[in-house]
């Protein structure tokens, strides 16, 4: 069966309903430029790193989609790997809570952790650490490492934004910052990936993604 397409994603990257891989691609490209956090204040900066996670997140979920569709078409007994499940709802913190900042706090490190598992697990899953192998069950174990970052990302923010004068304001800076680098090594992964994408289909009309390519 080939799975339909997630409505949020197409609404993130303002996509219409049946889009193709250059209208993914062009769209990617569009939502990059135009919400980079660099382009933005300082004041607005951590919403727009938001904004760019759930941008790199909509990309290769679209990208990781077209490919059980083209497995599909091309192998219709095979059996494809599932499509990205859309992300749950933002978890609200029960209230009152004595002590919110730490719950924040508490969940921000928990899905950091869990963001860091499936990302190496995506990384031995290759078999090669350098590189990163654009198949869709990689796929997939990536885009479910960027939703916990994102999760994290959100509660850190929260803790810095809410309760300046927290004990923990100091470490939820420190996440964010390496939360930062980590979305700055996905959307140098979907560059390379709508890049490696464009060459393959250019050459062989084919949207596998069986080949490596590098992070860095």
């Not at 933002?90 to 921000?108: I, M």
Request: hydrophobic share 35%; aromatic share 12%; with cysteine.
């Amino acid at each position: 069966m080939i799975p339909e397409i997630p409505a949020h994603y197409l609404r993130i990257l303002g996509l219409p309903d049946n889009p193709d891989s250059a209208d993914i691609k062009r769209a990617y490209h569009q939502a990059a430029r135009s919400n980079h956090p660099d382009l933005f204040p300082d004041s607005e900066h951590q919403k727009q790193e938001l904004a760019m996670m759930r941008i790199n997140e909509a990309y290769m979920a679209l990208t990781a989609l077209f490919y059980i569709r083209g497995q599909a078409e091309s192998k219709p007994s095979s059996n494809s790997p599932p499509a990205a499940a859309p992300p749950s709802p933002e978890e609200k913190l029960p209230g009152p809570l004595k002590n919110p900042d730490y719950v924040y706090y508490k969940r921000g490190i928990e899905n950091y952790r869990a963001g860091q598992r499936r990302f190496f697990d995506r990384k031995n899953a290759a078999g090669r650490p350098q590189h990163f192998v654009p198949d869709s069950q990689l796929l997939n174990l990536a885009i479910s490492a960027l939703r916990h970052f994102q999760k994290s990302y959100a509660c850190f923010y929260q803790v810095v934004s809410e309760y300046p004068d927290s004990i923990w304001v100091r470490d939820s800076k420190f996440h964010l910052w390496r939360l930062e680098q980590y979305n700055r090594v996905y959307t140098r992964i979907c560059r390379q990936l709508a890049s490696r994408v464009a060459a393959k289909q250019e050459q062989q009309g084919d949207p596998g993604l069986a080949e490596p390519f590098t992070e860095g």
